[in-house]
T-cell receptor, first 116, second 113 residues
Framework: NAGVMQNPRHLVRRRGQEARLRCSPM?????VYWYRQLPEEGLKFMVY????????ESGMPKERFSAEFPKEGPSILRIQQVVRGDSAAYFC??????????????FGEGSRLTVL | GENVEQHPSTLSVQEGDSAVIKCTYS??????FPWYKQELGKGPQLIID?????GEKKDQRIAVTLNKTAKHFSLHITETQPEDSAVYFC????????????FGPGTSLSVIP
């Protein structure tokens, strides 16, 4: 049973380019979360999605960042016009459908974005 | 919203000694407190969790305690081994219709052989 798959593992972009990070949740999981980890810092919540719905995007920067989780295919975190401050590790996590909320998050190995 | 603080930020112990990491949270509605371990270059992995209806939970060399009144919770690792070296994150979650897990800033634990 494959875990959470993220790709690319490493991505280099020049300032002003676009970055697209993909996340395939574990089989049977319909909830996806994106976290950002800056060097030497903790995990900052960005967005929570279910299939075709954004449930909570309170951690997403207002501009240049967007996320989707279509009916078919992986979840995508998109960063437009990247700047050096976007350099970070972006982690995706998934969880099974659950009523009441709590439970384990299963993390992927992250996508490390470097902006030159 | 919820805010989780964690101390210390770095911790070095001799192999065989105990390690203690402490966290506080701000939202009294939080009722689920997981701990994650992140090894270098990997994603975080759940190692133990505790819910608000218990004060302590133990799993082999790892134990967690929770003081809801003080909004404190702690991770205790006994008989530390070099493979325990990693970054440890505490987290808090409010039981709603979804998991929004808020993480502390992390503790980098080094176990010296």
């Amino acid at each position: 049973n494959a875990g959470v798959m993220q790709n690319p593992r490493h991505l280099v972009r020049r300032r002003g380019q676009e970055a697209r990070l993909r996340c395939s949740p574990m089989k049977g999981h319909s909830h996806v979360y994106w976290y950002r980890q800056l060097p030497e810092e903790g995990l900052k919540f960005m967005v929570y999605l279910q299939k075709e719905n954004i449930i909570d995007e309170s951690g997403m920067p207002k501009e240049r960042f967007s996320a989707e989780f279509p009916k078919e295919g992986p979840s995508i975190l998109r960063i437009q016009q990247v700047v050096r401050g976007d350099s970070a590790a972006y982690f995706c996590a998934s969880s099974p459908p659950s009523r009441g909320g709590t439970g384990e998050l299963f993390f992927g190995e992250g996508s490390r974005l470097t902006v030159l | 919203g919820e805010n989780v603080e964690q101390h210390p930020s770095t911790l070095s112990v001799q192999e065989g000694d105990s390690a203690v990491i402490k966290c506080t949270y701000s939202d009294s509605a939080s009722n689920y407190f997981p701990w994650y371990k992140q090894e270098l270059g990997k994603g975080p992995q759940l190692i133990i969790d505790i819910r608000s209806n218990v004060g302590e939970k133990k799993d082999q060399r790892i134990a967690v305690t929770l003081n809801k009144t003080a909004k404190h919770f702690s991770l205790h690792i006994t008989e530390t081994q070099p493979e325990d070296s990693a970054v440890y994150f505490c987290a808090a979650s409010i039981e709603t219709s979804y998991d929004k897990v808020i993480f502390g800033p992390g503790t980098s634990l080094s176990v010296i052989p």
